[in-house]
């Protein structure tokens, strides 16, 4: 007799992931994969996990929240206003819940280790929300066959349908950047991009070219400088494009933090923003208002994503079905002090 003929199961109640998973001889995570639709299963085990489901049914335990239940939040590095932001939305959607939040830094890393793993398997938080980092499939499966959720938070990549996520306009927000410089008169605009291997840096670039293409300006690669999100990008491509024989009136950094290094390289040159250089960041962290001139920047609305991303959370614990797997918050321009038109022509 097969897996799948089992009299004996008749009229029984549906089975949850570990019943399944027993009555079959495979794993949870195994199991968790056939549910979820995800591939990496072998036919005829597919077909054979997929006959006890209609023969049984499937039941998702609703998880009820103990008093100690948290919400686990992983970084990639705790650094600077971004993580604020985002504990302060998740946060809000916590208490709400009743839950806590835990907080993991991969110091830097996008990938967390085994030790992490073996670490929130213990821990069983109500869920995952991987903020600007990812999980292999391996790390994904296996925290389904234990019924930890994951939702990607400004992802690194492109996550498709395969983990539900949490982003921002990334695209539009470079292409509003680049158009509120052109139609301010500049022509030559520099950028400062994030990291080649991130969607959002990818992104926002491409952006910037498409306003450039659209306007009819011509892409100078000498003032397309490549970063990694930090101050000191800012700081060190300024200082190049400042000395360059034709240098540029305007700069757009993909993150605030690099329009601080842009705003120190100015001063050591003697050169006033917006006077002699105007400046768009992007993100809106909370001090870009009280920096002189007070920073243009293009709005990414970090703490309602984060709220976002944990309800999304919230409802996968509790078994219950999404209304989309990716949610996308716009972006929009705040003009602020850092950007005018160019002194002398574009």
């Given at each position: ?9 008749a ?6 992931l570990?019943q ?5 001889g495979?794993s949870?995570?195994?199991?968790s ?9 072998a ?11 209609r ?5 998702r335990q ?18 600077g ?10 946060g809000?959607?916590?208490?709400r ?10 110091q ?9 793993m073996?670490?929130?398997?213990g ?13 292999t ?9 234990s019924?930890?959720p994951?939702?990607?938070l400004?992802?690194t ?9 949490v982003?921002?306009g990334?695209?539009?927000?470079g ?11 500049h022509?030559r605009i ?9 969607l959002?840096?990818?992104?926002r ?5 498409a306003?450039?293409d659209t306007a009819?300006v011509p ?9 990694d ?13 400042l ?13 605030d ?9 100015a ?10 250089l ?5 993100d809106?962290m ?7 001139p007070p ?9 309602e ?22 949610v996308?918050f716009?972006t ?15």
């Amino acid at each position: 007799m097969t897996a799948t003929e089992d009299p004996s199961a008749a009229g029984r109640e549906p089975l949850t992931l570990a019943q399944l998973a027993r009555l079959a001889g495979v794993s949870t995570a195994t199991v968790s994969k056939v549910v979820n639709g995800r591939s990496a299963v072998a036919p005829e085990t597919r077909a054979m996990v997929e006959g006890l489901i209609r023969q049984h049914g499937f039941r998702r335990q609703r998880r009820r929240f103990s008093p100690v239940s948290v919400v686990e939040l992983l970084f990639h590095e705790l650094a600077g206003d971004y993580p604020t932001e985002i504990i302060r939305g998740a946060g809000q959607v916590a208490r709400r819940h009743g839950l806590l939040v835990a907080v993991s830094e991969l110091q830097g890393g996008h990938v967390p280790g085994d030790d992490w793993m073996e670490d929130v398997l213990g821990r069983r938080p109500a869920g995952v929300i991987a903020v600007f980092s990812s999980l292999t499939d391996a790390q994904r499966d296996r925290l389904a066959g234990s019924e930890i959720p994951v939702v990607l938070l400004d992802p690194t990549g492109d996550p498709g349908h395969r983990v539900p996520s949490v982003g921002a306009g990334n695209w539009n927000g470079g292409l509003t950047a680049t158009r509120h410089l052109l139609g301010l008169g500049h022509r030559r605009i520099a950028v400062i991009t994030g990291p080649a291997h991130m969607l959002s840096g990818r992104a926002r670039l491409d952006g910037y070219r498409a306003a450039l293409d659209t306007a009819g300006v011509p892409i100078d690669p000498d003032l397309v400088c490549h970063g990694d999100y930090r101050i000191e990008d800012g700081l060190t491509h300024t200082r190049r494009l400042l000395r360059l024989p034709d240098p540029p009136t305007a700069v757009f950094t993909c993150n605030d933090g690099q329009a601080v290094g842009v705003y120190h390289a100015a001063y050591e040159l003697g050169l006033r923003i917006p006077d002699d250089l105007s400046v768009v960041g992007f993100d809106d962290m909370p001090p870009t208002r009280w920096s002189v001139p007070p920073l243009t920047t293009i709005r990414q609305p970090l703490a309602e994503m984060a709220a976002a991303a944990a309800d999304m959370l919230v409802t996968l614990a509790r078994g219950e079905p999404l209304a989309r797997d990716r949610v996308e918050f716009a972006t929009e321009l705040v003009v602020r002090g850092s950007t005018a038109p160019p002194r002398h022509g574009g």
